[in-house]
């Protein structure tokens, strides 16, 4: 069904236009055209990294709530209700989540193929580097399955997947690295480099290249991630059947229950208190900020880092104060701050539209104002002191640059930060009330933020580069820097101003309507409109949407 459906063809097509794109570009920049072999191999090694960090996202934001979201839902017994069995539903649901995906890196491979046509690549690194990328795919939407058929929770399944596919490819390269060097030289063990998808698709390239001496692991690197693959499906097949039912809770269970909702919201007193206390200042607010684990996590991802930072200074501080981890350390972290918060900007009002509780909250005295006012109040009490502490050591990176370019990148940098931050908040808000899932809304989000941005500035420097003749009588040495640099600010801050205030704009005027409109997916599905001669008048608005998807 699903691979007849126009979106199923269009996913494929549009992959492929994306990737000539892509390849396109990389083709026009100059450092790359020196010789044919050298531009082929720039172009295989750049396809081959993009797919691929394609397949271990998307496989793992595909499934992991396939399974969870049935049981959420309570549709999970309905389906053991008939002659399914556990391996007919994880696989199932893995062929229909993994389609679209599967289809996309289909076509990509065409265009990678074309290096074998300029040179520098031969057809055995490329059947390699396919066969790798599939495996990845493999990989990433079984590790997503598995942590789906443990969870329950949309959020706790996709970031403990995110978490285990982090550790398998850069946490698993990193240990080998760590071990390389503390044993002087000497070759890591095969375990960091086997099991781990990017050091399967390193070594995907290193055929024919590398020194007799050095061991070929590929085939090994395949067949772990295979066996892994298969093992956590099976785990999943096993462990789904067994967890949709809901158990007599024990005096252990309730005790640990007990335990975690004193972790979450406090003890009785202290939590009657800071009830008090937020109700009378925004009950919405009290909402969405009950727990108090989701500032811990924050900081706790904080820490990680300081402690990572303060082993790098212990072990080699002359080789850890370079230009390059204060780069990359920054990057990590606003980039794991923005996808954090945009999620946490659309979870709990898609959590309460989904579940009816937007409704409830529509027909009390509480205005649409004072809910918007207080999902900003949460999230600036979960995330502005991480981000300040973030900011402080972003400037102390900023007072090691000499070079007028770096500084003014920093500058571009921390600026972009502070607006993106600000704009996904409205349009994480916005998205979460109108999208049905909170992976959707945040992905949707993440995309017009900032995705676009980036597409417009290489647009505009692709546009640059074809026209370099025509333009050298204006400007004869090109774009410098600085204005490049300028260049991507001004894209970004007219992205940010423009969703961010169409964000505002479509909260404040349409929050009501929107928030009552709970069946309107069921049109978007292909619910017909009832005939005239079963006796239901024609009618528009929201009854109309809403008897449309009440049950027969």
Not at 358 to 372: C, D, F, R
Request: charged share 15%.
């Amino acid at each position: 069904m699903i691979a007849r459906l126009p979106g199923t063809h269009w996913s494929r097509l549009t992959a492929a236009l994306i990737a000539l794109g892509v390849g396109g570009w990389i083709m026009l920049v100059p450092a790359f055209r020196n010789t044919p072999g050298y531009l082929g191999k720039a172009l295989f090694i750049s396809m081959s990294v993009i797919a691929n960090f394609y397949a271990v996202l998307m496989g793992v934001l595909r499934t992991a709530d396939s399974v969870s979201e049935e049981k959420r839902e309570g549709t999970l017994g309905l389906l053991f209700l008939t002659d399914l069995k556990g391996y007919d539903i994880v696989m199932g649901k893995l062929a229909a989540t993994s389609l679209n995906t599967f289809y996309a890196m289909l076509g990509v491979f065409p265009i990678l193929a074309i290096s074998l046509l300029v040179g520098g690549v031969t057809g055995t690194e490329f059947w390699r580097v396919v066969i790798i990328s599939v495996t990845n795919l493999l990989f990433s939407m079984a590790l997503g399955m598995f942590c789906s058929s443990i969870s329950r929770d949309e959020k706790k399944a996709l970031v403990l997947a995110l978490l285990l596919m982090l550790f398998f490819t850069a946490g698993l390269p990193f240990l080998a690295a760590v071990s390389e060097d503390w044993n002087q030289g000497r070759q890591a063990e095969p375990i960091f480099m086997v099991a781990s998808p990017s050091c399967g698709l390193y070594m995907a390239f290193d055929q024919g290249s590398a020194p007799s001496n050095n061991p070929d692991y590929f085939y090994a690197a395949v067949t772990t991630l295979q066996a892994l693959s298969w093992i956590l499906l099976a785990s999943a097949c096993l462990i789904v059947p067994r967890t949709w039912q809901d158990k007599a809770a024990s005096t252990e269970s309730s005790r640990r229950v007990s335990l975690w909702r004193q972790l979450l919201y406090g003890t009785g007193e202290g939590r009657k208190k800071r009830r008090v206390w937020m109700l009378d200042q925004n009950p919405f607010y009290w909402l969405t900020s009950r727990d108090r684990v989701k500032t811990f996590f924050v900081w706790s991802f904080l820490m990680a880092f300081g402690f990572l930072w303060g082993w790098g200074l212990l072990y080699n501080p002359d080789g850890w104060k370079r230009d390059g981890n204060y780069v990359l350390t920054a990057l990590v972290a606003h980039t794991v701050i923005k996808f954090w918060l945009a999620a946490e900007a659309c979870r709990q009002i898609s959590l309460d539209r989904k579940a009816g509780a937007l409704e409830l909250l529509l027909s009390t005295p509480l205005s649409v104002a004072e809910i918007i006012h207080g999902q900003l109040r949460s999230l600036r009490r979960q995330f502005l002191f991480p981000v300040m502490l973030i900011l402080f050591f972003d400037f102390l990176f900023l007072t090691t640059q000499s070079d007028d370019d770096w500084t003014l990148l920093w500058i571009a940098g921390i600026s972009m930060f502070i607006a993106d931050l600000v704009t996904l908040s409205w349009m994480g808000m916005w998205l979460g009330l109108t999208s049905r899932s909170i992976t959707r809304a945040a992905s949707a989000a993440l995309v017009r933020v900032l995705v676009l941005p980036w597409l417009a500035f290489l647009a505009l420097v692709t546009f640059i580069a074809i026209s370099s003749i025509a333009l050298s009588r204006i400007m004869p040495r090109g774009p410098d820097t600085k204005m490049l640099i300028c260049i991507w600010m001004f894209f970004g801050f007219l992205n940010n101003v423009i969703f961010g205030f169409w964000a505002a704009r479509k909260l404040q005027s349409e929050f009501r309507v929107v928030a009552t409109r709970r069946f309107e997916h069921g049109r978007r599905r292909g619910a017909a409109t009832p005939p005239p001669s079963s006796g239901i008048p024609a009618e528009s608005g929201d009854v109309a949407v809403q008897k449309e998807g009440l049950p027969a």
